[in-house]
């Protein structure tokens, strides 16, 4: 049973910073990608970032390039997302995904298994 939980989120004034985490349980296999996806209030679910487990390599949205960092900690099975300078069209419910692949898609539909999410709330 695959099963990831986000933490982290909170509230932060723009210009600020959060470090998002994401633990994965029931993978076995190091051959599989992990993204970051949020949702603002009325709007769709919007691609944010994503690496690829066992090589590293990363995609970014650009709204986000330059201010996010995605990452991983194999021994831990820990996926973050530091975020900095955040500003508070940032805010949104962040939601980690996974699936099995070489490849980080940035599409949502290419990832079956996802988090209940975590809230950043970014104030001006």
């Known amino acids: 049973q695959v099963q990831l939980v986000e933490s982290g989120g909170g509230l932060v004034q723009a210009g600020g910073y959060l470090k998002l985490s994401c633990i994965v349980s029931?993978?076995?296999?190091?051959?599989?990608?992990m993204g970051w996806f949020r949702q603002a209030h009325g709007k769709e679910r919007e691609f944010v970032a994503a690496i690829n487990w066992n090589s590293g390599s990363t995609n970014y949205a650009d709204s986000v390039k330059g201010r996010f960092t995605i990452s991983r900690d194999n021994a831990e099975k820990t996926v973050y997302l530091q975020m900095n300078s955040l500003k508070p069209e940032d805010t949104a419910v962040y939601s980690c995904a996974a699936r099995f692949g070489s490849f980080a898609p940035t599409s949502r539909y290419d990832y079956p298994w996802w988090g209940q999410g975590t809230q950043v709330t970014v104030s001006s």
């Open positions: 029931g993978l076995t296999s190091a051959n599989y990608a």
